[in-house]
């Protein structure tokens, strides 16, 4: 008999090299099949909700794993947290139906990038993006509306899928002591999405951009053309929706 375990955890990404398992490389995912596999005094293998690029954080990723052994949620989520670095929290866990997959079931996830507005703060280095002109947050909402709905968003990825093809429910941004937030809701993102879907309306707010600049992009969806990536850092998966 197998246990089907859903864990929501939190994580710092700018020690790691994302989250996905990947040779010579440090992740999220390794780590934490580790301190699972000691746990369980067997080999676990989990599937979480989507991977996280390097130096990408979350607030709640989701993942699930099976084992042949139960533990009471309280008793896991313990031992867990005083195994896995202090970059590593996992904030909750439950036993779940058997057909529960982390990834496959997701209905809706957001993720949020931070901007900060005080440059003079070394401390955000890390986890915020440092943006060197004036952010207009109309302009931002204004470009925002040509991305909602379901497009093929090929020229914001750098994505191998063959099907590109996302719908975006909502990008909201606001502004939030000295930081600017944009939040995007989709059904699904392909790899570097967000970051460029973020770089692309911070070139409309600089006027490196045309609307029509942003329309041909979706028109004529071409790997990357969209080009702006903003850093890693200010990214953060924030929820994920089943």
């Known amino acids: 008999m197998e246990f089907n375990y859903k864990v929501i955890v939190s994580y710092d990404g700018k020690n790691y ?6 040779p010579n490389h440090v992740t999220i995912q390794e780590v934490i099949e580790n301190t699972l596999s000691k746990i369980f005094d067997s080999k676990i293998r989990i599937n979480g909700s ?8 979350a607030n709640n990723q989701v993942f699930n794993f099976k084992a042949k052994k139960k533990f009471a949620s309280v008793q896991l989520l313990k031992s867990l947290n005083e195994m896995l670095p202090n970059d590593i929290v996992v904030k909750d866990i439950e036993n779940v139906n058997n ?19 005080d440059k003079n703060n070394v401390f955000y280095n890390d986890y915020a993006l440092f943006h060197n002109k004036k952010i207009n947050i109309k302009k931002i909402k204004e470009a925002s509306k ?87 850092c ?5 929820k994920v929706k089943y």
């Not at 989507?50 to 954080?57: C, L, S």
């Open 17 to 22: 090299h994302g989250w996905a398992k990947q």
């Open 50 to 57: 989507g991977r996280t690029d390097a130096f990408v954080h």
């Open 146 to 232: 040509l991305l909602i709905g379901r497009h093929d968003f090929l020229s914001f990825s750098i994505s191998e899928n063959e099907n590109t093809v996302r719908e975006i429910k909502t990008i909201k941004t606001i502004k939030k002591n000295n930081f600017i937030i944009i939040s995007v809701v989709g059904t699904g993102f392909l790899r570097g999405m967000v970051r460029m879907i973020v770089g692309t309306l911070l070139d409309y707010s600089d006027g490196k951009k045309t609307i029509n600049d942003i329309k041909k992009l979706l028109l004529n969806p071409k790997k990357g053309s969209a080009i702006t990536k903003v850093k890693a």
């Open 234 to 238: 200010g990214l953060y998966l924030n």
């Open 99 to 117: 057909k529960f997959h982390a990834q496959f079931n997701v209905i809706l996830k957001e993720y949020v990038y931070w901007i900060s507005l």
